[in-house]
């Protein structure tokens, strides 16, 4: 079993910056990808970032140049920076996993609010 543990959420101002992690953790042999996903009240989830295990990164185009995602392998972390916030960025953000245990599948983390006031 693999458990998400997502931290870093909160109310800012517009403009302001936030920092999401995820850690993850249990019988974990290799971590494939890793991306961020949001969920704004009364619309679909969407993909916000993804990184790939060799660090290639791909981003929404309403983030792109604000947000950037990393990891720490070393600590099956996975981060979004997120910079110059706007109140549309307002939504519940989930971290979402591919791991091989040794077989694979997907996890998601709970959700972590970001509140952005105009």
């Known amino acids: 079993q693999v458990q998400l543990v997502e931290s870093g959420g909160g109310l800012v101002q517009a403009g302001g910056s936030l920092r999401l992690s995820c850690a993850a953790s249990?019988?974990?042999?290799?971590?494939?990808?890793m991306a961020w996903y949001r969920q704004a009240p009364g619309k679909q989830r969407e993909l916000v970032a993804l990184i790939t295990s060799g660090g290639s990164t791909n981003y929404a185009d309403s983030v792109k140049g604000r947000f950037t995602i990393s990891r720490d392998n070393a600590k099956n972390t996975v981060y979004l920076q997120m910079n110059s916030l706007k109140p549309e960025d307002t939504a519940v953000y989930y971290c979402?996993?591919?791991?091989?245990?040794?077989?694979?599948?997907?996890?998601w983390g709970q959700g972590t609010r970001v509140t952005v006031s105009s």
């Open positions: 979402h996993v591919w791991v091989v245990t040794p077989t694979l599948r997907d996890y």
């Open positions: 249990g019988s974990i042999f290799s971590i494939n990808s």
